[in-house]
Protein backbone atom coordinates (compact mmCIF):
# COMPACT_ATOMS: atom_id res chain seq x y z
CA UNK A 1 0.00 0.00 0.00
CA UNK A 2 1.14 3.23 -1.01
CA UNK A 3 2.03 5.66 1.57
CA UNK A 4 1.02 9.47 1.96
CA UNK A 5 2.31 11.77 -0.24
CA UNK A 6 3.00 15.46 -0.27
CA UNK A 7 4.24 17.98 -2.87
CA UNK A 8 6.28 19.86 -3.23
CA UNK A 9 8.67 18.43 -1.03
CA UNK A 10 10.28 22.31 -0.70
CA UNK A 11 9.45 25.28 -1.43
CA UNK A 12 10.55 29.21 -1.16
CA UNK A 13 8.63 31.60 -1.35
CA UNK A 14 8.55 35.58 -0.48
CA UNK A 15 6.36 37.24 1.86
CA UNK A 16 3.53 38.61 0.56
CA UNK A 17 3.08 35.49 -1.84
CA UNK A 18 0.39 32.56 -1.30
CA UNK A 19 1.22 29.10 -1.77
CA UNK A 20 -0.71 26.07 -2.42
CA UNK A 21 0.59 22.77 -0.93
CA UNK A 22 -0.88 18.83 -1.74
CA UNK A 23 -1.83 15.60 -0.10
CA UNK A 24 -2.42 12.36 -1.29
CA UNK A 25 -3.70 10.08 1.54
CA UNK A 26 -3.84 6.21 1.65
CA UNK A 27 -5.71 4.97 -0.28
CA UNK A 28 -8.67 4.41 1.91
CA UNK A 29 -8.31 6.78 4.36
CA UNK A 30 -10.96 9.60 4.48
CA UNK A 31 -9.40 11.64 7.16
CA UNK A 32 -6.63 14.04 6.18
CA UNK A 33 -5.00 16.52 8.95
CA UNK A 34 -2.79 19.04 8.46
CA UNK A 35 0.14 20.11 11.34
CA UNK A 36 2.48 23.16 11.16
CA UNK A 37 5.85 22.32 13.08
CA UNK A 38 8.39 24.57 13.90
CA UNK A 39 11.42 24.25 16.13
CA UNK A 40 9.99 26.38 19.23
CA UNK A 41 6.45 25.39 18.81
CA UNK A 42 6.28 21.67 17.89
CA UNK A 43 3.87 19.81 16.13
CA UNK A 44 0.63 22.63 15.82
CA UNK A 45 -3.16 21.37 14.43
CA UNK A 46 -4.13 23.55 11.87
CA UNK A 47 -7.60 21.40 10.44
CA UNK A 48 -8.50 18.59 9.38
CA UNK A 49 -10.87 17.07 6.64
CA UNK A 50 -13.32 14.14 6.81
CA UNK A 51 -15.23 13.55 3.72
CA UNK A 52 -14.65 16.65 1.58
CA UNK A 53 -15.75 19.04 5.09
CA UNK A 54 -13.71 20.67 7.33
CA UNK A 55 -14.69 18.81 10.66
CA UNK A 56 -11.86 20.15 12.89
CA UNK A 57 -10.09 23.44 12.87
CA UNK A 58 -7.00 24.48 15.11
CA UNK A 59 -5.79 28.30 16.15
CA UNK A 60 -4.58 29.58 13.10
CA UNK A 61 -5.23 32.99 11.34
CA UNK A 62 -8.19 32.64 8.09
CA UNK A 63 -4.98 32.52 5.98
CA UNK A 64 -4.53 29.42 6.36
CA UNK A 65 -7.11 27.32 4.78
CA UNK A 66 -7.93 24.36 3.39
CA UNK A 67 -9.88 21.60 0.93
CA UNK A 68 -10.58 18.06 0.60
CA UNK A 69 -11.87 16.36 -2.75
CA UNK A 70 -13.97 13.19 -3.58
CA UNK A 71 -10.90 11.28 -3.86
CA UNK A 72 -10.05 12.32 -0.79
CA UNK A 73 -6.79 14.37 -2.09
CA UNK A 74 -6.37 17.83 0.42
CA UNK A 75 -4.79 20.74 0.05
CA UNK A 76 -3.33 23.56 1.99
CA UNK A 77 -3.45 27.28 0.89
CA UNK A 78 -1.67 29.85 2.86
CA UNK A 79 -2.11 33.39 1.35
CA UNK A 80 0.16 36.57 2.33
CA UNK A 81 2.49 34.86 3.58
CA UNK A 82 4.77 35.65 6.57
CA UNK A 83 8.28 35.09 7.32
CA UNK A 84 6.98 33.20 10.80
CA UNK A 85 4.98 30.77 8.22
CA UNK A 86 8.26 28.99 7.61
CA UNK A 87 7.91 25.41 8.86
CA UNK A 88 7.78 21.92 8.10
CA UNK A 89 4.14 21.26 6.87
CA UNK A 90 2.69 17.92 7.43
CA UNK A 91 -0.15 16.07 6.46
CA UNK A 92 -1.43 12.77 8.41
CA UNK A 93 -4.24 10.69 6.63
CA UNK A 94 -6.06 7.85 8.95
CA UNK A 95 -9.69 6.33 8.65
CA UNK A 96 -11.03 9.43 10.72
CA UNK A 97 -12.65 6.75 13.52
CA UNK A 98 -9.93 7.58 15.88
CA UNK A 99 -7.23 4.87 15.17
CA UNK A 100 -3.67 5.46 13.86
CA UNK A 101 -2.89 8.47 11.68
CA UNK A 102 0.23 8.12 9.37
CA UNK A 103 2.14 11.29 8.30
CA UNK A 104 3.60 12.55 4.64
CA UNK A 105 7.26 13.40 4.71
CA UNK A 106 6.23 17.01 5.13
CA UNK A 107 6.70 20.17 2.72
CA UNK A 108 9.39 22.69 4.28
CA UNK A 109 8.55 26.18 3.20
CA UNK A 110 10.84 28.88 3.82
CA UNK A 111 9.32 32.29 3.55
CA UNK A 112 11.70 35.33 2.66
CA UNK B 1 -1.94 22.33 32.08
CA UNK B 2 -0.99 21.22 29.07
CA UNK B 3 -3.23 18.43 27.28
CA UNK B 4 -0.59 16.23 26.66
CA UNK B 5 2.55 16.46 28.37
CA UNK B 6 6.18 14.71 28.07
CA UNK B 7 9.72 15.68 29.41
CA UNK B 8 11.28 17.62 26.69
CA UNK B 9 14.67 15.78 27.66
CA UNK B 10 17.40 15.25 26.03
CA UNK B 11 17.09 11.78 27.88
CA UNK B 12 20.32 9.96 27.67
CA UNK B 13 20.80 6.08 28.03
CA UNK B 14 24.15 4.46 27.04
CA UNK B 15 23.57 1.55 24.29
CA UNK B 16 22.16 -1.65 25.15
CA UNK B 17 19.91 0.13 27.78
CA UNK B 18 16.30 0.14 28.64
CA UNK B 19 15.08 3.38 27.57
CA UNK B 20 11.62 4.58 29.25
CA UNK B 21 10.01 7.69 27.72
CA UNK B 22 6.95 8.95 29.66
CA UNK B 23 3.77 10.85 28.55
CA UNK B 24 0.47 11.83 31.28
CA UNK B 25 -2.18 13.57 29.40
CA UNK B 26 -5.40 15.62 30.84
CA UNK B 27 -8.68 14.45 29.08
CA UNK B 28 -10.03 11.47 31.06
CA UNK B 29 -12.44 10.40 28.15
CA UNK B 30 -9.42 10.06 26.31
CA UNK B 31 -9.37 6.15 24.10
CA UNK B 32 -6.31 5.99 21.34
CA UNK B 33 -3.03 6.80 21.83
CA UNK B 34 0.01 6.80 20.01
CA UNK B 35 3.85 6.95 19.86
CA UNK B 36 5.66 8.00 17.10
CA UNK B 37 9.38 8.36 16.19
CA UNK B 38 10.52 11.60 14.58
CA UNK B 39 14.34 11.82 13.40
CA UNK B 40 15.58 15.18 12.63
CA UNK B 41 14.49 16.48 9.61
CA UNK B 42 12.01 13.81 9.09
CA UNK B 43 8.49 13.41 9.37
CA UNK B 44 7.04 11.78 12.36
CA UNK B 45 7.00 7.31 12.16
CA UNK B 46 4.16 5.70 13.78
CA UNK B 47 6.03 3.31 15.85
CA UNK B 48 3.00 1.91 18.29
CA UNK B 49 -0.59 2.76 19.21
CA UNK B 50 -2.34 1.53 22.19
CA UNK B 51 -6.51 1.23 23.23
CA UNK B 52 -6.67 -0.58 26.64
CA UNK B 53 -5.16 -0.85 29.74
CA UNK B 54 -1.99 -2.83 30.13
CA UNK B 55 0.99 -3.49 28.32
CA UNK B 56 1.67 -3.88 24.60
CA UNK B 57 4.63 -5.33 23.02
CA UNK B 58 6.10 -4.85 19.49
CA UNK B 59 9.22 -6.12 18.80
CA UNK B 60 12.03 -3.96 21.17
CA UNK B 61 9.10 -1.59 22.04
CA UNK B 62 6.44 -1.95 24.81
CA UNK B 63 3.78 0.62 25.07
CA UNK B 64 2.07 0.55 28.66
CA UNK B 65 -1.33 2.56 29.80
CA UNK B 66 -2.77 3.41 32.38
CA UNK B 67 -5.91 5.30 32.50
CA UNK B 68 -6.88 5.69 35.98
CA UNK B 69 -3.64 7.62 36.05
CA UNK B 70 -3.92 9.03 32.81
CA UNK B 71 -0.12 8.00 31.69
CA UNK B 72 0.88 6.61 28.74
CA UNK B 73 4.90 5.12 28.40
CA UNK B 74 6.97 3.55 26.00
CA UNK B 75 9.70 1.32 27.20
CA UNK B 76 12.76 0.81 24.58
CA UNK B 77 14.44 -2.25 24.97
CA UNK B 78 18.50 -3.12 23.84
CA UNK B 79 18.55 0.69 22.55
CA UNK B 80 20.77 1.55 19.64
CA UNK B 81 22.09 4.44 18.70
CA UNK B 82 20.22 4.39 15.63
CA UNK B 83 17.11 4.61 18.26
CA UNK B 84 18.18 8.29 19.01
CA UNK B 85 15.38 10.35 17.85
CA UNK B 86 12.53 13.00 19.25
CA UNK B 87 9.95 10.32 20.60
CA UNK B 88 6.15 12.01 20.31
CA UNK B 89 2.95 11.16 22.28
CA UNK B 90 -0.01 11.22 20.63
CA UNK B 91 -3.87 11.21 22.54
CA UNK B 92 -7.13 11.20 20.59
CA UNK B 93 -9.67 12.22 23.03
CA UNK B 94 -12.87 11.24 20.85
CA UNK B 95 -14.29 14.11 23.21
CA UNK B 96 -17.85 15.12 20.96
CA UNK B 97 -16.40 12.85 18.42
CA UNK B 98 -14.27 15.03 16.75
CA UNK B 99 -11.36 12.84 16.62
CA UNK B 100 -8.39 15.15 16.84
CA UNK B 101 -5.42 13.85 17.81
CA UNK B 102 -3.17 15.94 20.31
CA UNK B 103 0.03 15.80 20.46
CA UNK B 104 3.19 16.30 23.15
CA UNK B 105 5.84 18.65 22.38
CA UNK B 106 8.02 15.06 22.41
CA UNK B 107 10.89 13.56 24.28
CA UNK B 108 14.37 14.02 22.92
CA UNK B 109 16.28 10.37 23.37
CA UNK B 110 20.02 10.20 22.88
CA UNK B 111 21.67 6.83 22.71
CA UNK B 112 24.89 6.54 23.81
CA UNK B 113 27.31 4.08 21.96
Known amino acids: KAGVTQTPRYLIKTRGQQVTLSCSPI?????VSWYQQTPGQGLQFLFE???????NKGNFPGRFSGRQFSNSRSEMNVSTLELGDSALYLCASSTGQGGEQYFGPGTRLTVT | QKEVEQNSGPLSVPEGAIASLNCTYS??????FFWYRQYSGKSPELIMS????GDKEDGRFTAQLNKASQYVSLLIRDSQPSDSATYLCAVNPLTSGTYKYIFGTGTRLKVLA
Open chain 1, 49 to 55: YFSETQR
Open chain 1, 27 to 31: SGHRS
Open chain 2, 27 to 32: DRGSQS
Open chain 2, 50 to 53: IYSN
